[in-house]
């Protein structure tokens, strides 16, 4: 069955800095990987997701991720982070079938402080 | 145009008490979720149904039952409600299967006293 494991459940970071959010995963088959993003009080929203191809994948608000199969990994980075990225990352992970659901990591909580 | 909405958006209720929770996806969306998010954030999925049909039914206690009356809305029953179901509860829709994007709702926070 697959797995997520995030590294580190509160991440600071100041208002300008490199935004570094681990992810690590376990799947016995090729995985379908995705970054929500949790702002207080909301529901989840995508940020990226990756499926097949790009291993670098690029999504929403500056943020993105690289798949490195070798070390089972899903990092998401952002260069420069900015007050309005405070909030809950999760990391999760498919195996692609349509029974299977979506695992989630335990999320990461992102600060940034001025 | 909410493309995901769920009522109540709080709910707080007395032990013992029978609950529902309703969502509703406007996106033409084939397959709808039911999450549960603890205090600490952790979120776990509950059901799922693809085209009014149970698809995963994960661990759940049988005091929780889901009911899709058509393929836009999936509401969720809880009977006999303990003060283990507080938490916040999501609803989400998918095109079809879990590979592609899920769009959540904006929660239910349910309170059991």
């Known amino acids: 069955a697959q797995s997520v494991t995030q590294l580190g459940s509160h991440v600071s970071v100041s208002e300008g800095a490199l935004v570094l959010l681990r992810c690590n995963y376990s799947?016995?088959?090729?995985?379908?990987l995705f970054w929500y993003v949790q702002y207080p009080n909301q529901g989840l929203q995508l940020l990226l997701k990756?499926?097949?191809?790009?291993?670098l994948v690029k999504g929403i608000n500056g943020f993105e991720a690289e798949f490195k199969k070798s070390e089972t990994s899903f990092h998401l980075t952002k260069p420069s982070a900015h007050m309005s990225d405070a909030a809950e990352y999760f990391c999760a992970v498919s195996e692609g079938s349509g029974n299977t659901p979506l695992v989630f990591g335990k999320g990461t909580r992102l600060s940034v402080i001025a | 145009d909410t493309a995901v909405s769920q009522t109540p958006k709080y709910l707080v209720t007395q032990m013992g008490n029978d609950k529902s929770i309703k969502c509703e996806q406007n996106l033409g969306h084939d397959t709808m979720y039911w999450y549960k998010q603890d205090s600490k954030k952790f979120l776990k999925i509950m059901f799922s149904y693809n085209n009014k049909e149970l698809i995963i039914n994960e661990t759940v206690p049988n005091r929780f039952s889901p009911k899709s009356p058509d393929k836009a809305h999936l509401n969720l029953h809880i009977n006999s409600l303990e003060l283990g179901d507080s938490a916040v509860y999501f609803c989400a829709s998918s095109q079809r299967a879990a590979t592609d994007t899920q769009y959540f709702g904006p929660g239910t926070r349910l309170t059991v006293l």
């Open positions: 990756y499926t097949t191809g790009a291993t």
């Open positions: 799947s016995s088959v090729p995985p379908y």
